[in-house]
């Protein structure tokens, strides 16, 4: 009886241990939600760009502001961005809207648009999209002039 009782107890213990354990390792996970295809969270304006180490933070918005960087993903893989509209990165920078196109295969996000000089062709990676935040790794950049 005293042995059945021992081993009932440290059953019991073994399995609120290891539930405990797998609670404290699932809270304490990252919070990355990863869009697929069509899905919807990406489409909008995103602008104020804030860059920490190699990641880019964006916040979302109605509408992209004037004479500020500013990039709109739309259904149906278009999308405009707006940034400088020249060479010259000195202020008073003026800026363009410039068409182009993404698409989306899980978190990488591959993008095409022009810019003053030709064409630019970048791979997102999405780190989260979460909390009103878009936060991403530009995994390649790649400028073509005269396009």
């Known amino acids: 009886m005293i042995f059945k009782n021992f081993c009932r107890k440290h059953f019991m213990k073994t399995i609120f241990l290891t539930l405990l354990i797998s609670l404290a390792l699932f809270s304490c996970r990252k919070e990355v939600t990863l869009i697929q295809n069509g899905n ?32 709109t993903f739309k259904p149906g893989g278009k999308l405009v961005e707006r940034q400088n509209s020249g060479w010259c990165g000195t202020p008073p920078v003026t800026t363009a809207d410039y068409e182009g196109s993404w698409t989306q295969d899980s978190s990488l996000v591959n993008i095409t648009v022009g810019y003053w000089g030709g064409i630019s062709t970048q791979i997102w990676n999405i780190v989260s999209l979460n909390n009103g935040k878009l936060t991403v790794y530009i995994a390649e950049s790649i400028y073509q002039q005269g396009k």
Do not use: C, F, K, M
């Not at 979302?60 to 960087?69: F, G, L």
């Open 40 to 71: 919807t969270e990406l489409v909008g304006s995103w602008i104020n760009p804030q860059y920490t180490d190699t990641l880019v933070t964006y916040t979302p918005a109605d509408n992209r502001v004037e004479n500020q960087y500013g990039i």
